[in-house]
């Protein structure tokens, strides 16, 4: 036997014996959760009791106290005791965070485990790809919630999604782009079959907005472990009955559709144990504002599930959905101690949080000091594409002009999360002495031009009017490496507009207010251009000074912050094939 097996033995022997002599009043247990009614999602009923916590784990249900001890008491007061909830798909790079300031914002909220993708950062990385994601995940350990990540399915070569499966806490195979695996691409065969070949998950972006049938019958084929892209009734019927694990997501700004997936779930009558919960996209300042998985659950109730049932769709259903609901998702010995305390089953309220058996969070806000990991190494200094770029590629200029020379065809880009459907559209405005005017139907809007970063040959840009972000005078820019470096900026002139991407391209990725030639407030994304290397604190503060600059520009803004707003373009960009 070799020596480290039989170590674990040792150990192991240790411990269950040590769980036997806490059961029977001889030896000391963590913590006693007393006076709490707890949520048995196994039969769908609450009854009253106490849990008791030892080594990070649920050892025990109402002891007797008569003989129990233990190092700490906490009083419930009644409290509905809940398992953490889950975030079923979440990408890092969305929210700008790095792992701990999202944890920072998102623990409280009472979600303690994630299962999340890495591919836009790693794909920002490039040749770096692997080291960037040894970086990413260093640590992981220290952060207070639970975290499973999967090596990227798309935007990254098949080399380093390789190496990538081959880390901690990597279980699986993110998303794969639907016009390559719809098409037979190579690279999708590699990562697939390396998946296959050593166990895990494949994390389907199914495409079921832009594929016939035939072609969806390939990733549950092959193995795919769930879905996330649906977006309407016919999406989830499709889903469901290829047995696909469905998950519905909030996502950035689209508070409307997650909507009407919960109301075609109620109104189909379908069985909610087919759907796990999960954001997709949240921006910081919305989940500090309205909440993270406590938000959806609570949205569920509100819209006619159950909320027995909307709560194990944010936790036993996404556990087991991964074969970890021996671990994870409920409130029962040998799971993990991942514990909400709520006064509400159909409104969750995270007045404590619990995770491995610790209290970390109360009332919304954290108690334990976030992990000191330094995501410094991953910043990078700006590698500048744009100083030749002038006023004039900017310009709007008409896809068609009609018969009598009074109206222009140009391109109209609706902000992401209203639909694909209408993303983009082709819309006919004034046109007068030579000129575009970028009103339609009598209404002003902002201009949006879409400029590649390092061009080749010929600068690939796309100039067209936007509906989400209006100002009257000045322009924002942003940028998005992944998976090709693109800025988008918003504005009403040529020169101003260009002076901003100018001023985001003397960094490795940003989004920048300016007026005149000035800049009036910055979001530095020093981490391979997607991240922050900022507090939760110092992040919500950039992003809500963006938002504050644009209001004196004539902004009215609705829903997520400006910044989010328009790096979730991107996502639609690529799709539509704006990028090259």
């Not at 000091?369 to 700006?382: E, F, H, N, R, T």
Request: hydrophobic share 45%; glycine share 8%; net charge negative.
């Amino acid at each position: 036997m070799k020596d480290g097996i039989e170590h674990s033995e040792t150990q192991e022997y240790a411990k269950v014996r040590e769980i036997f002599e806490i059961l029977h009043g001889r030896a000391t247990a963590d913590l006693l959760i007393r006076n709490v009614n707890i949520l048995d999602v196994h039969g769908e009923t609450v009854f009253p009791g106490t849990i008791l916590v030892h080594d990070k784990k649920i050892i025990g249900f109402s002891p007797d106290e008569a003989i129990l001890q233990v190092k700490q008491i906490f009083d419930g007061r009644g409290l509905y005791a809940i398992p953490g909830l889950i975030d079923a798909h979440i990408h890092f790079e969305s929210q700008l965070a790095h792992p701990v300031a999202l944890g920072e914002a998102m623990v409280a909220q009472g979600t303690t485990t994630i299962f999340a993708e890495c591919l836009d950062l790693l794909s920002a990385a490039a040749g770096e790809g692997v080291e960037a994601a040894r970086n990413l995940f260093r640590d992981h350990e220290l952060l207070p919630y639970r975290l499973f990540a999967f090596a990227p399915g798309k935007k990254v070569d098949a080399a380093v999604t390789r190496e990538v499966l081959k880390m901690d806490p990597v279980i699986g195979l993110g998303e794969f782009e639907h016009f390559t695996y719809s098409s037979g691409d190579e690279d999708d065969f590699r990562k697939a079959a390396w998946l296959r070949a050593q166990g895990g998950f494949m994390n389907a972006h199914w495409g079921v907005t832009a594929l016939d049938d035939m072609v969806l019958n390939y990733l549950p084929a092959i193995g795919a472990s769930n879905n996330h892209d649906v977006w309407n009734e016919k999406d989830i019927e499709k889903s469901v009955r290829f047995g696909m694990p469905t998950q519905i997501k909030f996502g950035v700004g689209s508070a409307e559709v997650i909507k009407v997936l919960l109301r075609a779930i109620v109104d189909r009558k379908w069985p909610t144990d087919n759907f796990q919960l999960c954001t997709d996209n949240i921006s910081i300042q919305r989940l500090l504002t309205m909440g993270h998985m406590d938000w959806i659950v609570s949205l569920c109730a509100e819209m006619g599930i159950n909320p027995i049932h909307a709560i194990k769709m944010a936790s036993y259903n996404t556990a087991r959905s991964f074969h970890m609901d021996h671990l994870i998702g409920s409130l029962a010995p040998g799971r993990f101690a991942d514990i909400v305390l709520t006064d509400s089953l159909s409104r969750i309220n995270p007045l404590h949080v619990f995770k491995d058996g610790e209290l970390v969070a109360e009332s919304r806000r954290m108690l334990k000091k976030s992990a000191a990991i330094d995501y410094s190494v991953m910043c990078k200094p700006a590698v500048k594409g744009a100083g030749d770029l002038m006023p004039a590629q900017l310009d709007l200029q008409p896809l068609e002009i009609s018969a009598d020379g009074s109206q222009a065809k140009v391109l109209l880009f609706d902000v992401y999360g209203r639909g694909h459907l209408k993303f983009h559209q082709e819309v006919w405005v004034p046109y007068v002495d030579g000129r575009v005017l970028p009103e339609i139907d009598g209404v002003a809007h902002s201009r949006i031009s879409v400029i590649q970063r390092y061009p080749t040959g010929e600068r690939h840009v796309v100039n067209g009017l936007f509906r989400g972000v209006h100002v009257t005078r000045g322009a924002v820019a942003t940028y998005w490496p992944a998976p090709h470096p693109y800025f988008v900026t918003v504005g009403q002139d040529s020169a101003e507009m260009c002076h901003a991407v100018q001023r985001v391209d003397s960094h490795a990725g940003a989004c920048i207010v300016t007026e005149g030639g000035q800049d009036k407030a910055v979001l530095p994304l020093e981490i391979y251009g997607v991240m922050a290397n900022m507090t939760v604190a110092e992040l919500t503060a950039a992003a809500h000074a963006i938002d504050a600059a644009l209001a004196e520009l004539g902004n009215r803004n609705e829903g997520e912050p400006v910044v989010n707003k328009l790096l979730s373009l991107f996502i639609s960009l690529h799709r539509f094939r704006f990028l090259k």
